[in-house]
């Protein structure tokens, strides 16, 4: 859908300066579901040229908005980031594939950075379902989580596990060392588990073969450059297997952002 939607509020997320909360409202928030991304026009003007393709962070249907979170990183979201608040922005979406929402068991998420961004939309829709949610979480230091919304997972209540590079806050290492504990530590009574992912590729693969030795079933927010966002220029093709295990081009999208993790070939060149 090709719609306007009004800024609302547009600000920093915490101190860093280039991260930053967009709330948009309009009619694209019927329709919105966790893990699906919005298309946004950064500017009337041909520069920048192409839309910038954002994650949906947070649903309000009844205040029909959405909220996005986002990095500024190059020129469209630079210009993206100076649109005051009572703007109009040009939007295409809700769009692409989001997460299957599970209405038992028990949902894991594991985040790099801020592939977190869409797992928050998720979280809130367990939530609401009941489902016991935990977030495992992996970033640089202290100050990026204060600055990428850690405050925000808190209001949830979400239990969160943490892990840093440099141990300045949760535990030095890699989130998927912090799965790895998890699991040691589970009870014998067990529910099923769901998983949902989104980070950067190395971190999605360790966590995709880390999900397939535990037998776990796990969804993947792929992170790919995109133009279109409509399924036409392939401009963010990748290689993925049918049920088959042959080969096959996913287009992250419309097939995806979100993908079964066993769809995806990670060792695709
Ligand atoms: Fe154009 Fe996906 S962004 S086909």
Known sequence: MLTNMRVIAHERLGDDVN???????????????PGQFLHIRAADA???LLR??????????SQRRLTV?????????????????????????PLGRGFQVPSTGELILAAGGIGVFPLLALAAAAAERQVKTTLFWGGEDRAFFDNAGLRLWRDLGTPLSLATMDGSLGRKGLVTELL???????????EPVFMAACGPAGMLKAVSL?????????????EERMACGLGACLGCAC????????????KVCTDGPVFKAEEV?????
């Open 210 to 222: 880390w999900a397939q030795t535990k037998a776990v079933s796990l969804e993947v927010s792929l």
């Open 19 to 33: 991260i930053r909360r967009l709330v948009l409202e309009g009619e694209a928030a019927a329709e919105a579901q």
């Open 180 to 190: 790895g504990l998890w699991w040691q530590e589970r009870t014998a009574a067990k």
């Open 46 to 48: 041909l520069d920048p």
């Open 239 to 250: 290689q993925g297997r049918d049920s088959e295990g042959r080969l096959k081009n996913l």
């Open 265 to 269: 070939e990670w060792d695709a060149g």
């Open 52 to 61: 910038r393709p954002l994650s949906i962070a947070a649903i309000d249907r």
């Open 69 to 93: 979170l986002y990095r500024i990183k190059g020129r469209g979201t630079q210009v993206l980031a100076a649109v005051p608040v009572g703007g109009m922005l040009d939007v295409l979406g």
